[in-house]
């Protein structure tokens, strides 16, 4: 039997996803239990199962160190580690158009930092703009249930001024300024497409 | 130190990629040390570095059981196994376009057995095929070092003749006849997105 850093048992009979892990250490969600990554993975269900959009999380990158192979059963991962994702986690197809987006939370109330995100990461949002994709972060201020959508273009902005010695955050004001606000709804949770036919001239 | 079933010695201190371990496991690629994988990462490296594609291949989905955290150090997984993928591996954007693919190949020297794609698979590829992206599937057929790309649109009418009691596999000619050879280069070793260009006007 293993414990948790907190204390708390972990069942090791139970298989248990990598959002599911992330779930039970992630303490800054509120009572919902439910992280912004189940919104958004429950939101991409409902588009899929309607043929409104293609839309898939990436799985979580992980370095294998040694791998068992039993005789007539399944491959054992014996040793791995967590990898940092050279790309975004989301992507996939709406309306023909390529959708490439990063979900990110804070408990800063009041400004975005920017360490949330890295250098590879706002590359590749460059790369993907630069094929005509569409690009953008979902922002989730975790003590309001606020969540905003803010295109790559104005996240790099925003990566520029920090780059040239400015704040390493942004606040809260520039966001809803820049971006737009989703509404936290029930199907689908975070109706970040909605956002998109309008700011992209989709919805006909 | 621990062994491979197949005798050689496993170094546990470094660390390997998740496609090194297959392609430790992997006897049917000749004697090129490369797999379909590496080719195609390779070239979709290529395709990035020269700003001409974004296209990546999705991490390999884990199922994770155990996961230690240690004090001060990374968390190390320590029981985990392979999981099936609900979609194909690779996708991205050219053009402006969404590109979604899957990459197998075969020892058969004269048909591809359909067994190599799951139902999963089947209904992303129309999935996306209905969300007006672009899919296709890269087959090679190890034995004489031919690659081709068929689209997804034909692999379903084969998927279909196969459920409706049909062969369960595809004979090389049909491939040859209803796909287009790759000619596998050196720069991109795979240039799967010249036949694309050739498929849906995209060369301007």
């Known amino acids: 039997m293993v414990n948790y850093p907190n204390g708390r048992k972990f069942i090791a009979e139970k298989a248990v996803s990598v959002s599911a892990v992330k779930r039970k250490t992630n303490e800054s969600y ?20 309607r043929g409104i959009a293609v839309i898939h999380k990436k799985p979580t990158p992980i370095q294998i160190v040694q791998v068992d192979y039993p005789k007539r059963s399944a491959a054992v991962i014996k040793e791995a580690y967590f990898k ?5 986690d989301y ?6 158009k390529y959708i490439d987006f990063e979900a990110k939370e804070t408990r800063n109330p009041s400004s975005f930092p920017l360490k949330n995100f890295h250098e590879h990461q706002i590359r590749h949002m460059e790369a993907v703009l ?40 942004i606040r809260k004001e520039e966001i809803a300024g820049a971006g737009r606000q989703i509404q936290v709804g029930f ?18």
Chains 1, 2 share one sequence.
């Open 187 to 204: 199907q689908p949770r975070i109706d970040y497409l909605k956002i998109l036919d309008d700011l992209y001239n989709l919805s006909s």
């Open 84 to 88: 940092q994702a050279s790309t975004t």
């Open 130 to 169: 630069g094929q005509g994709g569409i690009s953008f972060v979902i922002l989730r201020f975790a003590s309001t249930d606020e969540v905003f959508l803010l295109e790559a273009a104005r996240l790099l902005d925003y990566w520029v001024r920090m780059e040239q010695g400015g704040r390493k955050s």
């Open 30 to 49: 509120g009572n919902r239990g439910m992280t912004l990554e189940d919104d958004l993975n429950d939101s991409n269900l409902y588009y899929l199962s």
């Open 91 to 96: 992507n996939g197809v709406y309306k023909g």
